[in-house]
C-alpha cells in the first residue's frame, strides 16, 4: 500500500479548483479526531484504503488534496467534519473589580469543569467544542446564569487559526500533545 506523506494543494486554491473540475476525484471523510492525527489509515469514499503519515503536526483543512495524477485526471480530497465551538467571552470582565472577576471565573470553571468539557483559553476568550448536543451545552449555560460573559457558537474552523498545535488537539482531538508555544487569541 503507498504511503502519503504530503498535501498537494487545497481544492479551495483556484488553480486546484479548476483541476478539480476535470478529475476523478475520491473523497476520504475524516471526522474531527482523525483530522487531528499525523498517522492513519483510512478509506476513501471509492472504497480504495489509503495509508496517511504526514509531517508531525500538519494541520489538515477540509478540502486538502492528498494525491493528483494528471495523466489519469484522478485527485484523491480530503473532506473535514468538525463540530463547532462554543465561544465564552469574558471581554466584559477586563473593567471589573478583582472580586467580580474572580467570582465569575470560579463559576464559569465550576460550569465547564463539572460538565467534563475540555476547554482552551485564550486571551479574553475561552473555547470549549461541542461535546454534547449544542441546546444542551446552551442549557447548562444558561442555567449556571453566570453574569459578565457572552456565549456564542463558531464553527471549528474559524476558530482553529488562532490556536497552537496542541491546543487544537486538546480542543477537538482528544487527547493533550507535548506543550508548545501559547498563542493567543487577538480580536
Not at 478529475?23 to 483510512?42: E, G
Not at 471509492?46 to 500538519?58: D, Q
Not at 474572580?102 to 467544542?129: R, Y
Request: net charge negative; charged share 20%; proline share 4%.
Amino acid at each position: 500500500m503507498k504511503i502519503y506523506n504530503h498535501i498537494v494543494g487545497n481544492i479551495a486554491d483556484p488553480k486546484w479548483s479548476a483541476l478539480c473540475r476535470k478529475s476523478d476525484i475520491d473523497y476520504i471523510d475524516l471526522d474531527q479526531w482523525t483530522a487531528q492525527k499525523s498517522r492513519f489509515v483510512v478509506r476513501g469514499r471509492g472504497g480504495k484504503e489509503y495509508a496517511i503519515a504526514l509531517k508531525r503536526h500538519t494541520q489538515l483543512q477540509d478540502g486538502d488534496i492528498l494525491h493528483y495524477d494528471e495523466a489519469s485526471s484522478q485527485m484523491v480530497v480530503l473532506r473535514l467534519s468538525l463540530s463547532d465551538i462554543m465561544v465564552i467571552d469574558l471581554g466584559a470582565l477586563t473593567s471589573m473589580d478583582p472580586q467580580t472577576i474572580i467570582h465569575t471565573a470560579v463559576e464559569l470553571g465550576h460550569a465547564i469543569g463539572n460538565q467534563h468539557w475540555p476547554a482552551v483559553v485564550c486571551g479574553e476568550k475561552i473555547f470549549v467544542p461541542l461535546t454534547v448536543d449544542r441546546k444542551v451545552m446552551e442549557s447548562v449555560m444558561h442555567t449556571h446564569n453566570i453574569d459578565h460573559i457572552a456565549i456564542s457558537f463558531r464553527p471549528a474552523e474559524q476558530i482553529i487559526p488562532y490556536l497552537s498545535p496542541h491546543e487544537i488537539r486538546r480542543l477537538l482531538g482528544g487527547t493533550n500533545a507535548s506543550e508548545e508555544a501559547h498563542h493567543h487569541y487577538e480580536r
